[in-house]
């Protein structure tokens, strides 16, 4: 990876950072984006998976830490591995697919461990319905957000490139 790209990519995930700390909606980050766009724009899976976790660890340093952090954080690096998938498939529709995708399941994995990880919900099936339900009211916001921030950061990076020929890089791979 060249520095000019570099320098670009660090610049977008600072801002998903610094976004995590300004008020929102519950569910409403950037971070689901981010995690989407990794995986597309980092060729190393490594680094692809280190740059949401890097944020949400960052920004949960500061925020605070929960109990369902392991939930939540696997939830992004599976979004990793759906933002791969959009390699070959490089397109708006695509990339709204996957942003839908990726908040459907976070929202199956995040509030599983709410309900496995707390005890405001019965560890029976009802508990675990009371949980789906009542989370309904944010599901909207983590799809609205995903979609938001994923046309921002492929936006901006994609114009980036086309403007500024030292930050492309060889995307063969990709079919814009």
Sequence with gaps: ????????????????????????PP?????????LFAGVFFRDRKWAIIAPLAVLLLSDL?????????????????????????????????????????????????????WMSGSMYPKTWDGLAAAYIAA??????????????SAVLFGIFLLAENRIPAIRENHSHLKA
């Design 1 to 24: 990876m060249n520095n000019h790209r570099l320098i670009v990519l660090l610049i977008l995930i600072l801002a998903v950072v610094a976004l995590r700390f300004l008020p929102q």
């Design 136 to 149: 309904i009211p944010f599901l909207h916001y983590m799809i609205i957000s995903t979609l938001l921030y």
């Design 62 to 114: 500061f925020l605070g830490f929960h109990d369902t952090i392991l939930y939540v954080y696997g939830s992004f690096i599976l979004m990793v591995f759906i933002g791969r998938s959009l390699q070959n498939r490089l397109s708006a529709g695509y990339i709204a697919g996957a942003g839908i995708t990726g908040s459907m399941l976070f929202f199956v994995i995040t509030n599983f461990g709410v």
């Design 27 to 35: 569910n409403f980050t950037p971070v689901a984006a981010l995690a």
